[in-house]
């Protein structure tokens, strides 16, 4: 019965771990520092050959689909309640025994030799795991040798970065693809999080302001309290009694935060509360702009999608400038900014709030940021330019969009119920 549930080894594992057993038994202290050197590279070689034993095996196991026939529901859920092995442990080997068996010999055999480590290999893996199916296959090839060959010299950090150059040449539109679509997910992702709360102290001494804010409330959030964090100066100092200034850097976000809207408060430019805006500044080529292709930069390195750099592009003041090909400004242009001041207060006037057809937008949430006043572009249609009518045309005191290949305004969606109650001055303003 012994011999069936545990059959005898058939490749010279039990003898190599009898071997294993000597070796770790050897007392050291007896060994120059010259042999402990060649030691523990032995000791290392040894272990990437004894990971890419594992792995062959693993890499059968799944294919074969033992875990199941073993009562597992997965190779992860098998190696974790029969062998003891951490999930994350356990999805690493499995993940990287797949991939060696199916797409990657050359590192597996590699490894066999001792010449690629465990996280060496697993690097190797992410590198070349997502390039897109058009590749040719001699150059997926050229890419593992060339990775395997710098392994003897990289640490998994460098060769990391040498795989994303190597995956950068190898195929330039998946990676930026796969790029775009990492950053637009992690967009999406925290801005369904985003949050602000604010808890009243029982005992009226205050209350604990709470948040968590996406890629551009962030930014937004970070310019505009940036100029009042920082420590006051002296002459600030010496009015208030004070040597210097001794607030902590939240006690000083605090006070930004409520100078902020104080001024906020007591400054609108309109009626409608419209004041200056905060500084971000979105660095992004225009062809990316236009073309929803690409990344755009913040001031602190952030990429952000294409997607959400045109939706922060629709209230900026846009400057602007001509890079050469070392990326050195040549030109600068002078700053644009639409509909502030006076010219927004006459259309919160004229229109009455936001006239896009069911839009119900007050006036103070309207950003009023058409770059043509009687052209509309819609975000999810970019080829396509929406004429907006005035009142010669429609027979109302208001701007009317209509369709890209329709005359006439569209009559199905609900027009602004605020801007219909409201009552514009007889004479109505025209572009």
């Given at each position: 019965?012994?011999?069936?549930?545990?059959?005898?080894?058939?490749?010279g594992?039990?003898?190599a771990?009898?071997?294993?057993?000597?070796?770790?038994?050897?007392?050291?202290?007896s060994?120059?520092?010259?042999?402990l050197?060649?030691e523990?590279?032995?000791?290392?070689?040894l272990?990437?050959?004894a990971?890419a034993v594992?792995?062959?095996?693993?890499g059968?196991?799944?294919a074969?689909?033992l875990a199941r026939s073993?009562?597992?529901?997965?190779m992860?859920?098998?190696?974790?309640?029969s062998h003891?092995?951490?999930?994350?442990?356990a999805?690493?080997?499995v993940?990287?025994?797949?991939?060696l068996?199916?797409q990657?010999?050359?590192?597996?055999?590699a490894?066999?030799?001792?010449?690629v480590?465990?996280?060496?290999?697993?690097?190797?893996?992410?590198?070349?795991?997502?390039?897109s199916?058009?590749?040719?296959p001699?150059?997926?090839?050229?890419?593992?040798?060339t990775?395997?060959?710098?392994?003897?010299s990289?640490?998994?950090?460098?060769?990391?970065?040498?795989?994303?150059?190597?995956?950068?040449l190898?195929?330039?539109?998946?990676?930026?693809?796969?790029?775009?679509?990492?950053?637009?997910?992690h967009?999406?992702?925290?801005?369904?999080?985003?949050e602000?709360?604010?808890?009243?102290?029982p005992y009226?001494?205050?209350?604990?302001?709470?948040?968590?804010?996406?890629?551009?409330?962030?930014?937004?959030?970070?310019?505009?309290l940036e100029?009042?964090?920082?420590p006051?100066s002296?002459g600030?100092?010496?009015?208030?009694g004070?040597?210097?200034?001794?607030?902590?850097?939240?006690?000083?976000?605090?006070?930004?935060?409520?100078?902020?809207?104080?001024?906020?408060?007591?400054?609108?430019?309109?009626?409608?509360?419209?004041?200056?805006?905060?500084?971000?500044?979105?660095?992004i080529p225009?062809?990316?702009?236009?073309?929803?292709?690409?990344?755009?930069?913040?001031?602190?390195g952030s990429?952000?999608?294409?997607?959400?750099a045109?939706?922060?592009a629709?209230?900026?003041?846009?400057?602007?400038?001509?890079?050469n090909?070392?990326?050195?400004?040549?030109?600068?242009?002078?700053?644009?900014?639409l509909?502030?001041?006076?010219p927004?207060?006459a259309?919160?006037?004229r229109d009455?709030?936001?006239?896009w057809?069911?839009?119900?937008?007050?006036t103070?949430?309207d950003?009023?940021?058409?770059?043509?006043p009687?052209?509309?572009?819609?975000?999810?249609?970019?080829?396509?330019?929406?004429p907006?009518?005035?009142?010669?045309?429609?027979?109302?005191?208001?701007p009317?969009?209509?369709?890209?290949?329709q005359?006439?305004?569209p009559?199905?969606?609900?027009p602004?119920r605020?801007?219909?109650?409201?009552?514009?001055?007889?004479?109505a303003?025209?572009?």
């Amino acid at each position: 019965m012994t011999t069936l549930l545990n059959p005898p080894a058939v490749s010279g594992l039990g003898h190599a771990r009898e071997v294993v057993r000597a070796a770790a038994e050897t007392e050291l202290w007896s060994l120059t520092d010259r042999q402990l050197a060649v030691e523990v590279a032995d000791a290392l070689a040894l272990r990437a050959q004894a990971d890419a034993v594992l792995l062959a095996r693993l890499g059968e196991a799944d294919a074969r689909g033992l875990a199941r026939s073993r009562g597992a529901s997965s190779m992860v859920g098998w190696l974790r309640g029969s062998h003891r092995l951490g999930s994350g442990e356990a999805s690493r080997l499995v993940k990287t025994a797949r991939a060696l068996r199916e797409q990657l010999p050359a590192t597996a055999s590699a490894m066999t030799g001792g010449g690629v480590h465990f996280s060496q290999a697993e690097v190797i893996v992410d590198s070349l795991k997502d390039l897109s199916d058009g590749i040719a296959p001699e150059r997926r090839v050229e890419g593992e040798q060339t990775l395997i060959g710098a392994c003897a010299s990289l640490d998994p950090v460098k060769l990391g970065q040498l795989g994303r150059r190597l995956e950068e040449l190898l195929d330039p539109d998946g990676v930026q693809a796969r790029d775009e679509a990492k950053i637009r997910d992690h967009e999406q992702r925290a801005f369904g999080k985003r949050e602000f709360t604010l808890s009243p102290d029982p005992y009226g001494s205050g209350g604990l302001i709470r948040g968590r804010y996406d890629a551009a409330g962030y930014a937004v959030l970070t310019a505009a309290l940036e100029a009042l964090c920082t420590p006051w100066s002296d002459g600030i100092t010496a009015d208030l009694g004070q040597d210097k200034d001794d607030r902590t850097p939240a006690q000083r976000r605090y006070d930004a935060i409520v100078e902020v809207s104080r001024r906020s408060l007591h400054h609108p430019t309109t009626s409608s509360g419209d004041g200056g805006k905060a500084q971000i500044r979105v660095t992004i080529p225009l062809a990316c702009l236009t073309e929803r292709v690409g990344l755009g930069l913040l001031d602190d390195g952030s990429e952000i999608s294409p997607t959400l750099a045109r939706m922060l592009a629709c209230d900026a003041a846009i400057i602007p400038a001509v890079l050469n090909a070392h990326g050195q400004p040549v030109d600068v242009g002078r700053e644009r900014r639409l509909y502030t001041g006076a010219p927004r207060t006459a259309i919160e006037i004229r229109d009455g709030g936001c006239v896009w057809p069911g839009c119900a937008r007050p006036t103070r949430l309207d950003p009023g940021t058409s770059p043509d006043p009687l052209v509309r572009r819609r975000p999810d249609r970019p080829g396509q330019r929406w004429p907006v009518l005035l009142a010669p045309t429609t027979g109302s005191n208001r701007p009317q969009p209509t369709t890209p290949d329709q005359p006439h305004p569209p009559t199905t969606p609900t027009p602004n119920r605020l801007a219909a109650t409201s009552q514009p001055r007889t004479g109505a303003l025209t572009d």
